[in-house]
């Protein structure tokens, strides 16, 4: 973000019409105080554009609005009578549509019998239109009653599962009430951002994508699944920018992100069902979010007296799809405990006043907070490893000299890396030496970074190498441990014992382990077998040593099963004891005189 809102607001003199837009993470109040100042910042273009009208403005046109015959709406209110208040108050949104469904039918039988040919079916669609908002807008008005029984203020019931399907990256199943989205999240490569054609400035490609599907099943309708609608790109941009705002930095999290929102079934506010979802999927999936984010919409059912000014009205939380339809507003409003991330509103009156508006804020943003407590009780954080089947990315930062080295004549070492391990390595091209190194799993990401460190790394003290014998002297041996980088096993340090030529021990091409034990001032390598082959005994000897009290207990374990010796065998055992003992006693003593010798010829040998 170059600021914390990004703000599209539209209204007229006195009240707001439609806003759109994102934040990062801005209060509540802050966010009524931008559209305060959007609003008086529009004030003077509102003006200009009424002095443009007074100048050259021309005549309104006005038009003849096509409405139902009086006859037709009079002969459907007629057949629906009491009906229609039982059938739109059906347990669900499908029972409620085929119960005014049935109404519609007679009442289309009854004007084809009664009007003949001056009968048209569509006058009947449009007058069940006018009779559904009277009943659904009265009830909401006057008697605070909704479709499905809740109170304005009331969520439906939010319920959150995730890793729902196994084998991909991270997935999330959310519903609230007849509302669903299945979200997938998949993970990919730098390769795999999409390309922007930035002609007029701004950013070459994004690394985050989110998609939103709505099949016709979704609406328990048949159709075709064809071209991606202006509505679908609409919901998946809003909920692109609102989750937008809690995702990593790229430097820190080096992945192409994709969400898929699949709507599984609609009956209002599937859009902020995808924004739900794709937190919980994301956090699934383990990419390291800064906290989980939850959209939620309100709607608005008014009453106008004769001046146009809004005399009732009821704000409704979470509303559903017919609620949207016969009712004036739509106001998405999504975030985080900490505030807005994305927003839109839309309206089918002239305008909504700023005290409704903050409201809306205040309603909204309550019902937001109990839906994030659903989801921090479904979900916490976010995992701390990604799933088993998401690639595995790692930045790995070299001199930049040595890229050269990594790349190889004609790409011959990059290539080799490649089909070695199965990896994919990408080199930054600023020269900054930064490689991005794309694996199918750990064990192949461990392999890449291993033969990347053989090609550019350099000799550390401390570590054990496994190079070749590269230069035999009397003095000693050169050991190539990485590529072009050798250093010197002094005789001394070749083995734990007297050595009296270096051939003994190793010829030229030989492959040996040695251990750095130093580095001069003049970067002169010191490597040592000797350190290199204990140091192996010891990790050896101790793990000998983990697995004793193992091999003990089966031990005892077995002698308790085990039938008890004999006296005579008891004693015989004691014997064998006894002559190993006195065996081993000449044996250490004759070592122990070896070692003498050897050590004052040592001794006579450095003197001289």
Known sequence: FDSALDLVYVGNEKEMMMIEGSADQVSEDRFV????FAHDAIQDIIAAQRELAALCGKEKKEFDLIVAPDAVLDICREISGDRMQEAIFADSKQEREIAVSGIKEEARATCEERLGDDYDKNHVSMAFEIIQEEVYRDNILERGKRADGRAPGDLREVTCETGVVPRVHGSALFTRGETQALVLTTLGTSRDVQDLDGLTGGAASKSFLLHYNFPPFSVGEAGRFGFTSRREIGHGALAERSVLPVLPLEDEFPYAIRLVSEVMSSNGS????????????LMDAGVP?????????????????????????VILTDII????????????????????????????????????????????????????????????????????????IEVIEIDPEKIGALIGPGGKNIRRITEVTGANIDIDDD????????????????????????????????????????????????????????????ISELADFRVNRTEDICKLGDEIIVKCIGIDER???????????????????????????ATESADNAESADAPEETAEQSGDDAATEETSGDAGAEEATDESGNDSTEGSEEDTNKES
């Open 33 to 36: 105080e931008a559209l305060e």
């Open 321 to 392: 799809g017919a609620e949207d339809h016969f009712g004036d507003m739509d106001f998405k409003v999504c975030g985080t405990r900490k505030g807005v991330t994305g927003f839109q509103l839309d309206l089918k009156i002239h305008g909504l006043p700023f005290s409704i508006a903050k409201e809306a804020v205040i309603q909204v943003t309550k019902a937001r907070h109990e839906i994030l407590d659903v989801m921090e009780a479904a979900l916490p954080s976010h995992r701390k490893d990604l799933r088993e089947h998401a690639p595995q």
């Open 431 to 490: 020269n900054s030496g930064k490689v991005r190194v794309y694996a199918k799993d750990r064990e192949a990401m461990k392999r890449a970074k291993d033969e990347i460190d053989v090609v550019t790394g350099e000799i550390e003290a401390g570590k054990i190498y496994r190079g070749i014998v590269r230069g035999v002297k009397d003095f000693g041996a050169f050991v190539e441990c990485l590529p072009g980088k050798e250093g010197l096993v002094h």
């Open 270 to 281: 599937t859009s902020m069902a995808s924004v739900c979802g794709g937190s919980l999927a």
């Open 523 to 549: 970067g002169r390598v010191k490597l040592s077998r000797r350190a290199a082959m204990e140091e192996q005994e010891q990790q050896s000897a101790e793990k000998e040593e983990e697995a004793t009290p």
């Open 289 to 313: 979010t800064s906290e989980h984010v939850a959209g939620i919409s309100t709607g608005l059912v008014s009453k106008s007296d004769d001046d146009g000014n809004i005399s009732k009205y």
